[in-house]
T-cell receptor, first 115, second 113 residues
C-alpha cells in the first residue's frame, strides 16, 4: 500500500506557482521522498527527490518539513504543459533492504493548469 | 536516445495468445523494474531484477507471466494465454543505485480482444 496521502485534484493558473502537498507520516529514516509526474499515455517522469533537506532543480523545488512527515512540491511558474498526475512516493534507500528500491504509487494528484 | 526504451509501444492481441514485451534500460543501470498500470490507477510493481537475478516478484505476477533479463542487459516480459484482464500499460524502469532516481520508458499498451 502507498505510504503517502495526496489531494485527488488541484487547479493552478498559468504562470502562478503550483504547490502540491503530500503527507507521509509513517516515513522511516531510510526512506526518501520522490516525486514523479505522468502526462496522459506516457511513462512517469522523474521530477525530484530528497531525504531531509529542501531540494531544487530545474523543474521544481521540494520542501520537506523538519519532522519529515510531510512535503510540498513547488512548480514555480506553472505552464499548461505541467498538467499531469503528480505522484508523491516514499522509497526505501537501504541497499540491503528487501524493498529493492521499488516505487509504490498511490492515486496521485491531478494538477490542471488553466490559462 | 539514452533513455529507457520499450518495444512495442502498442500491442493488440486476441485472448489466449502469447505476447512478449522488451525493455532496454539505460546502459549503466543494473536495476530494472516492471510495472503494470490500468486505467485511472497508479503503476503497480510487478518484478525487479538486479543484473540478471530476478529478486522480487509481486503477487500480481501470475503463473502466466514470466520475465527474464539475460546477461543483465535488456529484459523481456512474456504473458501466456492472455486474458482481457491483462489489458494495461506495461512500464519498465531502471536505476543505477537503490537511492538514485528510476527512469521509466514510455510503456507498452496491451489490448486483449
Amino acid at each position: 500500500d502507498a505510504k503517502t496521502t495526496q489531494p485527488p485534484s488541484m487547479d493552478c493558473a498559468e504562470g502562478r506557482a503550483a504547490n502540491l502537498p503530500c503527507n507521509h507520516s509513517t516515513i522511516s529514516g531510510n526512506e526518501y521522498v520522490y516525486w514523479y509526474r505522468q502526462i496522459h499515455s506516457q511513462g512517469p517522469q522523474y521530477i525530484i527527490h530528497g531525504l531531509k533537506n529542501n531540494e531544487t532543480n530545474e523543474m521544481a523545488s521540494l520542501i520537506i518539513t523538519e519532522d519529515r512527515k510531510s512535503s510540498t512540491l513547488i512548480l514555480p511558474h506553472a505552464t499548461l504543459r505541467d498538467t499531469a498526475v503528480y505522484y508523491c512516493i516514499v522509497r526505501d534507500s537501504n541497499a540491503g533492504g528487501t524493498s529493492y528500491g521499488k516505487l509504490t504509487f498511490g492515486q496521485g494528484t491531478i494538477l490542471t493548469v488553466h490559462p | 536516445d539514452t533513455g529507457v526504451s520499450q518495444d512495442p509501444r502498442h500491442k493488440i492481441t486476441k485472448r489466449g495468445q502469447n505476447v512478449t514485451f522488451r525493455c532496454d534500460p539505460i546502459s549503466e543501470h543494473n536495476r530494472l523494474y516492471w510495472y503494470r498500470q490500468t486505467l485511472g490507477q497508479g503503476p503497480e510493481f510487478l518484478t525487479y531484477f538486479q543484473n540478471e537475478a530476478q529478486l522480487e516478484k509481486s503477487r500480481l505476477l501470475s503463473d502466466r507471466f514470466s520475465a527474464e533479463r539475460p546477461k543483465g542487459s535488456f529484459s523481456t516480459l512474456e504473458i501466456q494465454r492472455t486474458e482481457q484482464g491483462d489489458s494495461a500499460m506495461y512500464l519498465c524502469a531502471s536505476s543505477f543505485l537503490v537511492n538514485t532516481e528510476a527512469f521509466f520508458g514510455q510503456g507498452t499498451r496491451l489490448t486483449v480482444v
